[in-house]
């Protein structure tokens, strides 16, 4: 049976899936004054987010621990990259490889720290 904390985790990543879903078809009408860099940053930490709690979904389940990290890598990513071959298909729109690289750093990063964090304060 599973109890309600990774049902949480995954009814909170589902939503927040849809919310980037919804970000990634909406016409981009607002410019807003930024850096270079901002719209990666922006992908970054989206998808780190993502990623995050999804292995935090996955952390609480049945699922083997040494495959949590790659597992929310790997479904974070992927949904990150379909985005960006939906907004290929979009004309106001733009697909960017460089938007897809920011989406997998962050979604491989942030479980990593997440792992990381978790493992050393354990070990206090």
Aim: hydrophobic share 50%.
């Amino acid at each position: 049976m599973i109890g309600r904390r990774p049902v949480a985790y995954s009814i909170i990543s589902l939503a927040y899936m849809g919310l980037l879903f919804y970000l990634s078809a909406a016409p981009v009408e607002l410019e807003v004054p930024s850096f270079s860099a901002s719209d990666k940053l922006s992908h970054f930490l989206a998808y780190g987010a993502l990623s995050c709690l999804i292995y935090l979904a996955l952390q609480e389940m049945s699922v083997q621990k040494r495959y949590v990290v790659a597992l929310a890598f790997a479904v974070s990513f992927l949904y990150g990259i379909l985005n960006e071959i939906y907004q290929h298909f979009l004309p106001w729109r733009e697909a960017d490889i460089f938007d897809a690289m920011a989406n997998g750093i962050g979604a491989f990063s942030f479980p990593m720290l997440l792992r990381w964090k978790r493992a050393t304060h354990r070990g206090s």
